[in-house]
């Protein structure tokens, strides 16, 4: 083999190919969180389940899914789906996601039919800015990542990102806590998807 050919590795990354507590300690981390999901999941069952005003048809097709991968954007994540009504036109889903280095993060996805703003979307706004909500402007509705070029503050959308949310085909919502703040995650969550479900409301 020609020394071109040869894959060198650096001191670094020789030292931890050759350590295993790393990984076996990334497992751990993988698996609380994946806990941690699960029961957020049956909180939200109970509180979704309890609220009268919820749309029957999320009632009926909660769904509920745990999944995860290495590589959003290089780095390892898990997610919650739930509740999860993923249709080709028309979707609505609160999606918890943990992201490795980043956050956790919680977001309302509305499309097609379920996206009903367009006759009240002032009023969801003024929820939405009165919760400290950020809201999706990318034109891509499967980012997830909290960067200026796909979530804003409600409290700082000018006024031509609002009309073109009017003319938008879906509507994105969520908010994030650092992972330093991991006790404090859990109630977090579940206060926002409290809130969450409330804007769904405004939308009956």
Known sequence: MSEEAKIHLSTFETELVNET??????????????RLLG?????????????????????????????????YNG????????PAIFGKENVCAVRT?????????????LS???????KNLDEWLLFLKGNNFFVCI????????????????????????????????FFKVGKK??????ESAPEFLEKTFKEMIALLTLAT
Do not use: C
């Not at 507590?21 to 994946?34: D, G, H, L, M, R």
């Not at 097609?112 to 367009?118: E, I, L, M, P």
């Not at 990318?138 to 073109?164: G, P, R, V």
């Not at 806590?177 to 991991?182: E, F, N, R, V």
């Open 75 to 82: 780095l390892p994540y898990l997610i919650l789906d739930y």
């Open 39 to 71: 029961a957020l999941q049956v909180r939200y069952k109970n509180l979704l389940e309890n609220n009268k005003d919820v749309p029957e048809e999320l009632l009926l097709r909660q769904g509920a899914k745990i999944s995860k991968g290495e590589n």
């Open 21 to 34: 507590q790393w990984i076996f300690t990334k497992q751990i981390i993988i698996e609380k969180v994946s």
């Open 138 to 169: 990318n034109e891509n509705e499967w980012e997830h990542h909290f960067s200026a070029l796909n979530y804003l503050n409600a409290n700082e959308l000018t006024d031509l990102q609002i009309t073109q949310l009017h003319e938008k085909s």
């Open 177 to 182: 806590i650092a992972l330093t703040q991991w």
């Open 97 to 109: 996601m943990f992201w490795w280095a980043n956050y956790f993060s919680i977001s309302l996805h």
């Open 112 to 118: 097609g039919r379920f996206f009903v703003g367009q």
